[in-house]
């Protein structure tokens, strides 16, 4: 099948795989409507795709779906390219990462056993469950010595968090799913939980589907945010940039709230503007060494890190030309940042110091630099000029991929989605105008379909991967072009709600 | 004040007089007693695991079976015992049945309730992270119940020793056999010592086995539940 050839195709780029609902209904028994309604959706390989929607709107069933703990009442799931449809589910489950509220961590295992749970079942050896525990303890940012052998009562709620996330990515499944993950925990924990993932993520590229509450935390996490309404209809299925500056009709309107505005800068990350460097030493230098290489480099403060390069104090020449030697204590009070927290965190961060910069960390919590509040109100600025400007910055459409679909077209939709290049490279620029032109008219098709009723949900769909996972095509770039390709090959690789009885 | 006295240290001494004469006797009923009863615990832990499994998913079958064992441990044990001897006759047989089937009432009412007690959430993410439902009962859902099954198990402890006893009655093994025979012959010799060895026996008994079970407890409950 050609559908299937597109999704294993675009796999190949991304250690995330592709998934693919395709008319997916779930109809709970003594009900009268279904908790989905024909919802066909693609979520592309490699990237975050975050549900949001009301109460009761049917994203947990949906997400369950995914893994087949709820069992559809019609239509089919793809997973890279294979319909796992009627699979043993047990099987299917051991190769999907599944993260719920408070990690669901079972209470009489350690916190070893708890990681080693799924290798233990696909027959790892001993040694190598316990190497990737350690492994795993590690990039969620828990020493091993310390945690391995604790028990779940034993941690805190965000440490649970993080060892729920370890035993989900144990046998390094392609897919994670997470149900609410972080709605246990304060906002702080939240956060710093959010900005793990995201560095995970950069690590690992999954690609992962997260149901959250929270806009503000799907702006922050999501490649694409899919908003549902009642019975999982999509309302719109895009990216948060374009959902902030395009509500798609007015209940997406209602529910980004009046704070459109000002969520917008939660679309800027650490990372992506400019970081100060900064002079660093180690504990156990000599204050006076220190002081001098400072002056050489004409700076006023020395960032001290610890063996892992983590920034452990943040000294001024004041305050070292009165000390004997540098400790290698941590001041808890730091203005610390992650290189995922958004610029709003990082304002923040700073102003809960008094201070007129942050510290930076970014994989693992090394130091990476330093962010100046200049820096934080440049962007932010440029940031809003952006939003309020023209819809078409960001990229994920290039028609052309559409009818591409097939095979080789991958490397080059790598090319066009990347979310700076592509509005000048890739394609020509009235491709580019017209597929943004053609959206913005699509973005409320959604809910005219919602109307018919047959016409369910059928309509959004078959986006495609990108190496990056990032800003992949689109499901509406799709409409677009059975809109203006009809009868072209791409047409026979997707499912179109007129293509069906 | 001074017959009295010495009437019962007349009788303490006789007591132990009885015991220092036939205490190969004694140990080896009280070997029995016990066999039987940890035994007929196996047994019936075994049974009521395995009921509570079967029923606990479902709201109505558990009903049934907290009902069942309320009302089974209604149950006089003598008059059921009387009942089994018709199709059993006399012996050993009985005896493990009826110790047996009153030490699984509150075994199966502790298990369900246990059963029932583990969160909706582990269980998903059990299930979530590909446990097939038997592992998920055997791994994830019995060893969270084992302590609430354990309190059932320690409470048919102490109440089938007791029964054990009476089972003897069917001439089943045990110490319950000094309290039949002395209860029997009542004011011949030996008749009251014989009475009193045995439930002094089943006292004893019962300490120890309960304290076997707590030892049991900790070794087999995880670090991570112990409350
Ligand atoms: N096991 C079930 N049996 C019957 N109906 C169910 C079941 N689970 C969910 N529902 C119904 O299906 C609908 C969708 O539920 P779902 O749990 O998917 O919502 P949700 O979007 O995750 O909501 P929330 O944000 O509150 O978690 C709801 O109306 C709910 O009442
Ligand atoms: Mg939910």
């Known amino acids: 099948m050609s559908e ?48 949001v929607g009301p109460s009761g709107c049917g994203k947990t069933t949906t997400l369950k779906m995914i893994n087949r703990l709820i069992e559809p009442t019609d239509g089919a799931i793809v997973i890279n390219g294979d319909n796992v449809t009627d699979m043993n589910g047990d099987k299917l489950r051991r190769q999907i990462g599944y993260v719920i509220q408070a990690g669901g961590l079972f209470p009489h295992m350690s916190v070893a056993a708890n990681i080693g749970l799924v290798p233990k079942m696909l027959g790892w050896d001993k040694d190598r469950i316990a190497a990737r525990v350690d492994e795993l303890l590690e990039l969620v940012s828990l020493d091993p010595t310390v ?32 149900d609410e993950p972080f709605g246990a925990v304060d906002p702080i924990t939240r956060q710093r939980l959010q900005n793990e993932l995201l560095n995970i993520q950069a690590e690992l590229q999954k690609t992962i589907v997260c149901v959250t509450h929270d806009f503000d935390e799907a702006v922050k996490l999501g490649d694409w945010i899919a908003i549902f309404n009642e019975g999982a209809q999509i309302e719109q299925y895009d990216s948060p940039e374009r959902i902030l500056a395009n509500p798609s009709n007015e209940f997406v309107e209602n529910f980004i709230g009046s704070g459109a505005g000002l969520k917008q800068l939660t679309l800027n990350r650490v990372h992506e503007v ?44 004041r305050q070292l030309s009165r000390m004997q030697v540098i400790s290698d204590a941590a001041d808890p ?38 962010i100046t509040v200049n820096t934080v109100m440049d962007a932010i600025s440029a940031g809003q000029a952006a939003a309020q400007g023209d819809g078409d910055a960001p990229v994920g459409l290039n028609t052309g991929s559409i009818p591409q679909i097939s095979d080789d077209d991958a490397p080059v939709n790598a090319a066009a989605t990347d979310r700076h290049a592509a509005t000048n490279t890739e394609g020509d620029a009235a491709a580019a105008g017209s597929t943004v032109a053609a959206t913005s008219e699509n ?31 689109w499901d509406e770039t799709r409409r677009d072009s059975s809109a203006t390709d009809r009868g072209d090959v791409g047409e026979e690789n997707l499912t179109e709600t007129r293509d069906r009885p | 004040m001074q017959p009295s006295a ?99 009432l509150p075994i199966l009412r502790n298990a369900v309730v246990g059963l029932n007690s583990i969160p909706a959430s582990v269980v998903e993410s059990a299930r979530g992270i590909g446990m097939s439902r038997f592992r998920t009962l055997a791994t994830v859902e019995l060893p969270m119940a084992w302590p609430i099954i354990l309190a059932g198990i320690r409470v048919s402890a102490q109440m089938v020793i007791g029964i054990a006893a009476v089972a003897a009655y069917t001439l089943g093994p045990g110490l319950g056999g000094f309290i039949f025979s002395g209860l029997s012959r009542l004011g011949g010799a030996n008749a009251f010592e014989s009475v009193v060895v045995g439930v002094v026996g089943v006292i004893l008994l019962a300490i120890i086995l309960d304290l076997l079970l707590v030892v049991l407890s900790r070794l087999t409950t995880s670090r991570g539940i112990r409350v």
């Open chain 1, 274 to 317: 400019e970081q100060q460097k900064a002079v660093t030493a180690a504990p156990g230098e000599s204050p006076e060494a220190v002081i001098a290489r400072l002056q050489e480099a004409g700076q006023q403060n020395v960032v001290i890190l610890d063996s892992r390069g983590r920034a452990i104090q943040w000294l001024s020449q």
């Open chain 1, 4 to 51: 299937t050839q597109t999704i294993q195709n675009s796999a190949e780029n991304v250690s995330g795989a592709s998934i693919l609902l395709d008319q997916v209904t779930k109809q709970y028994p003594g009900q009268t409507k279904p908790a989905v309604g024909g919802l066909t959706m693609e979520i592309p390989a490699g990237s975050i795709v975050m549900f």
């Open chain 1, 147 to 178: 945690y391995r052998n604790r028990y779940p009562k034993e941690l805190s709620g965000g440490q649970q968090q993080r060892i729920g996330v370890a035993r989900a990515l144990a046998a390094d499944p392609p897919i994670l799913l997470m």
């Open chain 2, 6 to 104: 010495y009437g019962e240290g007349g009788d303490g001494t006789r007591v132990w007089d009885f015991v220092r004469d036939s205490y190969q006797q004694i140990l080896f009923a009280s070997w029995q007693h016990l066999s039987l009863v940890v035994q007929c615990l196996v047994l019936a832990t075994v049974l009521a695991v395995v009921l509570s499994a079967l029923v606990y998913r479902s709201k109505t079958a558990s009903a049934l079976a907290n009902g069942v064992s309320a009302m089974g441990l209604t149950i006089p044990s003598f008059a059921l015992i009387g009942l089994l001897i018709a199709p059993f006759g006399f012996g050993v047989l009985p005896a493990v049945i009826v110790v047996t089937f009153f030490a699984t």
């Open chain 1, 443 to 473: 973005a409320s098709r959604p809910r005219d379909d919602a109307r018919e009723p047959h016409a369910e949900n059928h309509d959004t769909v078959n986006g495609h991967t990108t190496t990056n996972g990032h800003r992949a095509p």
């Open chain 1, 333 to 370: 009070n730091l203005p610390l940042v992650n290189e995922q927290s958004t610029l709003n965190e990082a304002l923040d961060a700073m102003l809960v110091a008094s201070t007129s910069a942050a510290l930076v960390a970014g994989r693992r919590d090394a130091f990476t630099g330093l």
